[in-house]
């Protein structure tokens, strides 16, 4: 490499590590499916790094064997992510592979005690193992709970009380991994979560969800959403969770695991000026539409009184794929479908 190229190379990761402190992540694998899986938010997005594509650079899996988050300060590309994913293929357990990193530090931004990681994996025998590290220098509040099969860390936060309701959602959610990776980020889905998107209202500004099945090749996920960035006063995990809704609803038949309740007619599609919602099935009282863009942010709503209504869509709405919910008087899902305009 020519040195001008070394030097350019350099200052671009220093200047894109500085600014990449990640903060709140869960790493986990499913003994009973052999899944691995990822989620984590933090208040940078894509375009507070380059273009990195936002937090889901903390992550990566190894299907069939663990995973990885490498954060809060790091360098992009995450040189001490792919290390410590090399350690894991050469057989060294969770722990093994934090002790190497932090003898083998390879960003050139920060050291070992401004790291933060979280490890998940199966011994060779396939039972799960787990462990997390914080160093000391971490932006606070910063910490990580471990247990057998997962680990959930994180930085700049609000408390430990963040990391505990992580931990307790994902643990008290039933269903598969991918359910309980986005019911533990939900559970830091509070204004602040990450400190500083406090005075925005908001937990985060990017957020991403991750699983690998077994026989999964790698960079080809069995699920894989990213929510690079959102517009302003959007919550990220709220638009991770719509694209996982509808991904659940594709991929295993109802939203969010829950069984469907009623059923709608949803004409014109592809819409016009007026999208008409008709329930079917059996009476449908106080439930509000809600029809978002693929960010999640909100473009219309009405709410529905159990006969069909008209929801008038905005004068210039641009054309593209859109996402129709509709939610009961408990704020849960239970229809989703896609709206072509």
């Not at 903060?23 to 899986?37: K, N």
């Not at 991918?178 to 939900?186: E, G, T």
């Not at 009476?283 to 473009?299: F, H, K, W, Y």
């Given at each position: 490499?020519?040195?001008?190229?070394?030097?350019?190379?350099?200052?671009?990761?220093?200047?894109?590590?500085?600014?990449?402190?990640?903060?709140?992540?869960?790493?986990?694998?499913?003994?009973?499916?052999?899944?691995?899986?990822?989620?984590?938010?933090?208040?940078?997005?894509?375009?507070?790094?380059?273009?990195?594509?936002?937090?889901?650079?903390?992550?990566?899996?190894?299907?069939?064997?663990?995973?990885?988050?490498?954060?809060?300060?790091?360098c992009?590309?995450?040189?001490?992510?792919?290390?410590?994913?090399?350690?894991?293929?050469?057989?060294?357990?969770?722990?093994?592979?934090?002790?190497?990193?932090?003898?083998?530090?390879?960003?050139?931004?920060?050291?070992?005690?401004?790291?933060?990681y979280?490890?998940?994996?199966?011994d060779?025998?396939?039972?799960?193992?787990?462990?997390?590290?914080?160093?000391?220098?971490?932006?606070?509040?910063?910490?990580?709970?471990?247990?057998?099969?997962?680990?959930?860390?994180?930085?700049i936060?609000?408390?430990?009380?963040?990391?505990?309701?992580?931990?307790?959602?994902?643990?008290?959610?039933?269903?598969?991994?991918a359910?309980?990776?986005?019911?533990?980020?939900?559970?830091?889905?509070v204004?602040?979560?990450?400190?500083?998107?406090?005075?925005?209202?908001?937990?985060s500004?990017?957020?991403?969800i991750?699983?690998?099945?077994?026989?999964?090749?790698?960079g080809?996920?069995?699920?894989?959403?990213?929510?690079?960035?959102?517009l302003?006063?959007?919550?990220?995990?709220?638009?991770l969770?719509?694209l996982?809704?509808?991904?659940?609803?594709?991929?295993?038949?109802t939203?969010?695991?829950?069984?469907?309740?009623?059923?709608?007619?949803?004409y014109?599609?592809p819409?016009?000026?007026?999208?008409?919602?008709?329930?079917?099935?059996?009476?449908?009282?106080?439930c509000?539409?809600?029809?978002?863009?693929?960010?999640?942010?909100?473009?219309?709503?009405?709410?529905?009184?159990?006969?069909?209504?008209?929801?008038a869509?905005?004068a210039?709405?641009?054309?593209?794929?859109?996402?129709?919910e509709?939610?009961?008087?408990?704020?849960?899902?239970?229809?989703?479908?896609?709206?072509?305009?």
């Amino acid at each position: 490499m020519k040195k001008q190229s070394l030097l350019f190379y350099f200052l671009f990761s220093f200047l894109a590590s500085s600014t990449a402190q990640d903060t709140f992540s869960i790493i986990a694998v499913d003994p009973a499916t052999g899944e691995v899986g990822g989620a984590g938010a933090s208040c940078i997005d894509t375009y507070d790094c380059n273009g990195c594509g936002g937090v889901i650079i903390i992550n990566n899996l190894l299907p069939g064997r663990g995973g990885m988050n490498s954060q809060a300060t790091v360098c992009i590309p995450n040189i001490n992510l792919n290390n410590g994913l090399n350690q894991l293929i050469a057989g060294l357990s969770p722990q093994e592979v934090l002790d190497w990193l932090l003898v083998n530090d390879g960003c050139i931004s920060g050291n070992v005690n401004t790291r933060q990681y979280g490890i998940a994996d199966f011994d060779p025998d396939g039972n799960p193992r787990a462990a997390g590290y914080t160093g000391a220098n971490c932006l606070n509040y910063a910490n990580h709970n471990t247990g057998d099969y997962y680990s959930i860390q994180g930085n700049i936060l609000l408390g430990q009380e963040i990391l505990d309701s992580m931990e307790q959602r994902f643990l008290n959610t039933e269903g598969p991994l991918a359910k309980r990776l986005m019911a533990a980020l939900q559970g830091a889905n509070v204004p602040g979560a990450d400190t500083r998107c406090l005075s925005a209202g908001i937990s985060s500004k990017s957020s991403f969800i991750r699983v690998a099945r077994p026989d999964d090749v790698n960079g080809n996920f069995y699920l894989e959403i990213n929510v690079p960035s959102v517009l302003p006063g959007v919550d990220p995990i709220d638009s991770l969770q719509t694209l996982f809704d509808e991904w659940y609803t594709t991929t295993l038949g109802t939203p969010s695991g829950l069984a469907p309740k009623v059923g709608f007619r949803v004409y014109p599609n592809p819409a016009g000026s007026e999208l008409y919602i008709e329930p079917v099935q059996i009476p449908v009282n106080d439930c509000q539409a809600r029809l978002l863009d693929m960010t999640g942010r909100l473009i219309a709503e009405c709410r529905l009184t159990g006969s069909k209504i008209a929801l008038a869509l905005p004068a210039g709405m641009p054309k593209g794929i859109y996402l129709l919910e509709i939610r009961d008087q408990a704020q849960q899902v239970i229809f989703t479908n896609k709206i072509a305009h």
